[in-house]
């Protein structure tokens, strides 16, 4: 069956810097589109990042660009999300997902089939 693990996530201060990563595997990683979510305390769940399955073309929602980078390694089935000058609105449950329609500007999660359980990211102030 197909899973997916994220890693990476803990407390860092704010203005530092975060590596987080998604290794998938039972399915056939390079065709899927994958993308981050996150999730803070009482808010529903946002789009961050997405990248297509060849790794060419990313998207980022407003509030990351410039902040926050994702790429992918085909060969290690892992997706990963850098994020550097982290605040504290950053703060959340991140969740990598795969989507088969392979396209990375889909930025909802109903697009999305598999989904990770979920790495937690706290910025300190």
């Known amino acids: 069956q197909v899973q997916l693990v994220e890693s990476g996530g803990g407390l860092v201060q704010a203005g530092g810097s975060l590596r987080l990563s998604c290794a998938a595997s039972g399915l056939t990683f390079s065709i899927y589109a994958m993308g981050w979510f996150r999730q803070a305390p009482g808010k529903e769940r946002e789009f961050v990042a997405s990248?297509?399955?060849?790794?060419?073309?990313?998207y980022y929602a407003d509030s990351v660009k410039g902040r926050f980078t994702i790429s992918r390694d085909n060969a290690k089935n892992t997706v990963y999300l850098q994020m550097n000058s982290v605040k504290p609105e950053d703060t959340a449950v991140y969740y990598c997902?795969?989507?088969?329609?392979?396209?990375?500007?889909?930025?909802?999660?109903?697009?999305?089939?598999?989904w990770g359980q979920g790495t937690q990211v706290t910025v300190s102030s």
């Open positions: 997902a795969a989507g088969r329609h392979g396209n990375p500007y889909y930025t909802t999660s109903q697009y999305y089939n598999y």
């Open positions: 990248i297509n399955g060849g790794g060419g073309t990313t």
